[in-house]
């Protein structure tokens, strides 16, 4: 089996290098991922100026492919025929932090695994949900161990068994093997959000603004991915990115969007 792995929080990040010792085990891995952290991306591409892309050297002498562009651009710069690797799946993480709810909109993570859908593969995002003071980047011990396994054993099954046009999204505790309490197929949560805009200057009087400022809540729900990482067990999630609402179809047609045209008033 060939695997294309990438992530978000660049070719450097210890969760990149646990996936990879993982899934060595199942197939024959290709590492592209940024050459620097691209947290938050989603689909974002780069267009209007050339990818660069190198080999480098991973923590244990392993040499991957550091890009410049985002997690979306490693996987098509693979797709497309740069390392001469034709990918049967991609799998992207392990992300340092979780990817839940209606954050996988924001994801660099999860938009890569997107990516194997619109190169006809299929896609598997894996994060670990970090607990630390919103916006405190110190992680302290990271146990990426058990999910890294874990999604290298699903990652087999995905890559035989899951219907086009899906991916699916991991999400495990931080927690050692021992700790975990299982793994079940969850729903998407819903988050909200409670920034405010506030203004900041700095030394020399420049204005800028926070606007992201107060770590997002949660609505309530059982048979969520927040529920499962909550009661310390691995949340595995399918989507897809079939973005049309089939039920407002009918509505919108009894507005007769075509007199529009002529209509005034």
Same mark, same amino acid.
């Given at each position: 089996?060939?695997?294309?792995?990438?992530?978000?929080?660049?070719?450097?990040?210890?969760?990149?290098?646990?996936?990879?010792?993982?899934?060595?085990? *199942?197939?024959?891995?290709?590492?592209?991922?940024?050459?620097?952290?691209?947290?938050?991306?989603?689909?974002?591409?780069?267009?209007?100026?050339?990818?660069?892309?190198?080999?480098?050297?991973?923590?244990?002498?392993?040499?991957? =492919?550091?890009?410049?562009?985002?997690?979306?651009?490693?996987?098509?710069?693979?797709?497309?025929?740069?390392?001469?690797?034709?990918?049967?799946?991609?799998?992207?993480?392990?992300?340092?932090?979780?990817?839940?709810?209606?954050?996988?909109? =924001?994801?660099?993570?999860?938009?890569?695994?997107?990516?194997?859908?619109?190169?006809?593969?299929? +896609?598997?995002? *894996?994060?670990?949900?970090? @607990?630390?003071?919103?916006?405190?980047?110190?992680?302290?011990?990271?146990?990426?161990?058990?999910?890294?396994?874990?999604?290298?054993?699903?990652?087999?099954?995905?890559?035989?068994?899951?219907?086009?046009?899906?991916?699916?999204?991991?999400?495990?505790?931080?927690?050692?093997?021992?700790?975990?309490?299982?793994?079940?197929?969850?729903?998407?949560?819903?988050?909200? =959000?409670? &920034?405010?805009?506030?203004?900041?200057? &700095?030394?020399?009087?420049?204005?800028?603004?926070?606007?992201?400022?107060?770590?997002?809540?949660?609505?309530?729900?059982?048979?969520? &991915?927040?529920?499962?990482? @909550?009661?310390? @067990?691995?949340?595995?999630?399918?989507?897809?990115?079939?973005?049309? &609402?089939?039920? +407002?179809?009918?509505?919108?047609?009894?507005?007769?969007?075509?007199?529009?045209?002529?209509?005034?008033?």
């Amino acid at each position: 089996m060939r695997i294309v792995l990438t992530n978000d929080d660049g070719i450097d990040a210890l969760g990149l290098l646990a996936a990879r010792r993982a899934l060595e085990e *199942v197939g024959e891995v290709l590492t592209v991922a940024p050459d620097r952290n691209r947290s938050g991306v989603g689909r974002s591409i780069t267009f209007g100026t050339p990818l660069h892309v190198e080999e480098r050297e991973m923590a244990d002498g392993v040499v991957g =492919y550091a890009c410049t562009g985002t997690p979306v651009d490693c996987v098509r710069l693979v797709a497309l025929g740069l390392m001469d690797f034709e990918p049967d799946i991609v799998v992207s993480g392990i992300n340092h932090g979780e990817n839940l709810g209606d954050d996988i909109t =924001y994801s660099g993570t999860v938009a890569a695994a997107f990516e194997g859908i619109v190169i006809g593969v299929p +896609g598997v995002a *894996v994060s670990l949900a970090v @607990e630390r003071p919103w916006h405190d980047h110190h992680e302290g011990e990271l146990h990426f161990g058990p999910v890294a396994g874990f999604a290298a054993r699903l990652m087999r099954v995905a890559a035989k068994q899951l219907p086009p046009g899906r991916i699916l999204t991991v999400n495990a505790p931080n927690v050692p093997q021992g700790e975990l309490k299982g793994a079940r197929v969850t729903k998407l949560g819903r988050r909200f =959000y409670t &920034d405010e805009l506030i203004e900041v200057r &700095d030394a020399e009087g420049h204005v800028g603004y926070d606007i992201y400022n107060n770590p997002p809540g949660r609505h309530e729900e059982e048979g969520t &991915d927040f529920a499962a990482v @909550e009661n310390g @067990e691995i949340s595995v999630t399918p989507v897809h990115l079939k973005l049309t &609402d089939e039920a +407002g179809i009918e509505e919108l047609e009894s507005w007769d969007v075509k007199s529009l045209l002529w209509k005034s008033g």
